[in-house]
């Protein structure tokens, strides 16, 4: 009897870390694409971005993001940071795109603004970590994605 729940006990333990490897491995394998980073209109104290991120799940499991926070470089330089505390689920095998809304204080506004001018190619830079919300606890992981565009608002 004792071998018994002994033995149930060893594959209770066996399937728990097996679920708790694939969860990981599932959060592990969402894909991160940068879409957009939109300004706003300056004000006397700082200025809204809007900044998209498509996120896509090859699994075959949904995957909640819980929060993500992160920093904002264009060519190299830091020009804003901010955090995302609302809940995101994709769905297996979708595509969906993260939207967050950012401030940006006045002298980053400027050197942002600055940065905008003169019609050359821009390296847009988010990175960051994004906690996932799974049935086991929740996850942390970082991110950097980058993409080279011609203009900034598209």
């Known amino acids: 009897m004792k071998a018994k729940i002994l033995y149930l006990a060893v594959i209770l333990i ?12 599932a959060i592990k ?17 700082g200025m809204n971005v809007i900044v998209k ?9 949904d995957v ?16 804003a940071e901010g955090k995302s505390e609302d809940e995101f689920k994709v769905k297996q095998k979708e ?7 950012i401030f940006i204080g006045f002298k980053e506004t400027a050197d ?19 906690w996932f919300k799974t049935s086991l606890g929740t996850y942390n992981f970082p991110f950097n994605v980058e993409k080279k565009v011609s203009e900034i608002g598209g």
């Open 14 to 25: 066996l399937n728990v870390n097996c679920a708790i490897i694939n969860q990981m491995q």
């Open 29 to 45: 394998n969402l894909d991160y694409e940068y879409d957009s980073v939109k300004a706003g209109f300056p004000s006397l104290s």
């Open 53 to 61: 991120m498509k996120v896509s799940n090859p699994n075959k499991a």
């Open 64 to 79: 909640t993001i819980k929060k993500i926070s992160y920093q904002i470089f264009v060519n190299d330089i830091k020009v």
């Open 95 to 101: 595509s969906k795109l993260y939207s967050t809304k």
């Open 112 to 130: 942002f603004i600055s940065k905008l001018s003169g019609g050359i190619d821009y390296k847009i830079e988010v990175r960051g970590d994004v």
